[in-house]
């Protein structure tokens, strides 16, 4: 891949080398392919979709692979810690697709975060919250409303958790990773409840996350997980299109039995399980935003070689803004699906509840 010309430098700012990964398959880029299950070991692959970064239209081509015994699905190969911060930084100039966005909003929607907290209710009141990667800690902000008490601390590789802290959303802030030992340390045992809302599939080790997080819990404890389903019928029919993918920048879809089996192997006792609460209603109007933003012409971006004419740049937006009912057709279709699909395998994400076990006593 060749760095910006002068031409799309002049129009959008200069982008650091540094942050512009190598070709595909280069060790700047990406890892080494794997040969076997990140999760079980097992050999048994089959490839699940190769794409391009259909959100927001950076270079590359990505490969998913799902293991036929366990049926964990991951990037593969990953990308390397340089490639990871290039896929996730916002940079200047880059195209932005309002449509998608606002459909991906759904994630976080204020009625969502509700949900999340006041499926905790029925535990008490918790002394101390951790929430990870939790960025504005605009979850620990909702949760307040049913937990005024609570003492809300976040966790996020970004500096965002500071602002949040500074906003009093929480009462302590930690940049880092949760696997990190310097903040391991300082977060061993301390908490009643730790959540990770949509977070395992960011992470590169999903496994040693959730032994973090236990670690973090005072015996008796509860952990709260939200993650995306990769058996969801939605996946297996619309392939690349299937919104939840989001390649490059989610590295590991996780069945629920796996997640089930391995805080089971903790010592965990599963308090709550299911898809029914935690379901996104995004599926069409992912797919409708995503095949309609690439059936336009091409955006400009920072490392185009040949940017495009100005009609067409004046062509895309107006059949973006003319394809918007189209997008907002199907997100209509979703919520009224939403109250079937979330009790069949077209329900796309689940929620755990786990209490970590207390010392048996001698």
Request: net charge positive; with cysteine.
């Amino acid at each position: 891949m060749s760095g910006p010309t002068a031409s799309s430098a002049a129009r959008t700012g200069p982008v650091p080398a540094a942050v512009i990964p190598a070709p595909q398959g280069s060790a700047r880029a990406h890892e080494p392919r794997r040969e076997d299950c990140p999760w079980c070991g097992s050999v048994r692959l089959r490839n699940r979709l190769r794409t391009g970064d259909l959100r927001r239209h950076r270079p590359g081509l990505f490969t998913v692979d799902a293991c036929r015994d366990c049926g964990h699905t991951f990037q593969n190969p990953r990308l390397t810690a340089e490639g990871l911060a290039f896929h996730r930084r916002a940079l200047r100039g880059a195209p932005r697709d309002p449509a998608t966005e606002r459909v991906l909003a759904l994630h976080a929607a204020r009625h969502r975060r509700r949900g999340a907290a006041r499926a905790m209710l029925r535990f008490g009141e918790p002394e101390s919250w951790l929430d990870v990667g939790t960025g504005l800690a605009r979850f620990p902000q909702t949760a307040r409303e049913f937990f005024p008490y609570t003492s809300f601390d976040g966790t996020d590789l970004t500096a965002r958790v500071e602002r949040a802290r500074a906003l009093g959303r929480v009462e302590e802030a930690h940049v880092g990773a949760l696997t990190d030992p310097r903040v391991a340390a300082r977060l061993a045992g301390r908490y009643d409840v730790v959540s990770l809302l949509h977070h395992l599939e960011h992470t590169t080790d999903p496994r040693a996350e959730l032994r973090a997080a236990l670690d973090a819990l005072r015996p008796g404890g509860h952990l709260l997980v939200e993650t995306l389903d990769p058996r969801c019928a939605y996946a297996a029919l619309f392939g690349r299109w299937w919104l939840p993918y989001d390649q490059p920048r989610r590295l590991h879809l996780l069945p629920p039995r796996n997640l089930r089996a391995e805080l089971e192997a903790h010592g965990c006792e599963i308090v709550g399980i299911g898809h029914r609460a935690a379901h996104v209603p995004h599926d069409l109007a992912g797919a409708t935003a995503l095949a309609l933003s690439h059936s336009l012409p091409a955006p400009d971006t920072p490392w185009r070689a040949v940017p495009p004419t100005p009609f067409q740049r004046y062509l895309r937006t107006v059949l973006l803004r003319a394809g918007t009912p189209l997008v907002v057709a199907a997100a209509v279709t979703d919520l009224a699906l939403a109250p079937v699909v979330r009790h069949t395998p077209f329900a796309n994400a689940y929620r755990v509840i786990a209490r970590k076990p207390k010392p048996t006593r001698r």
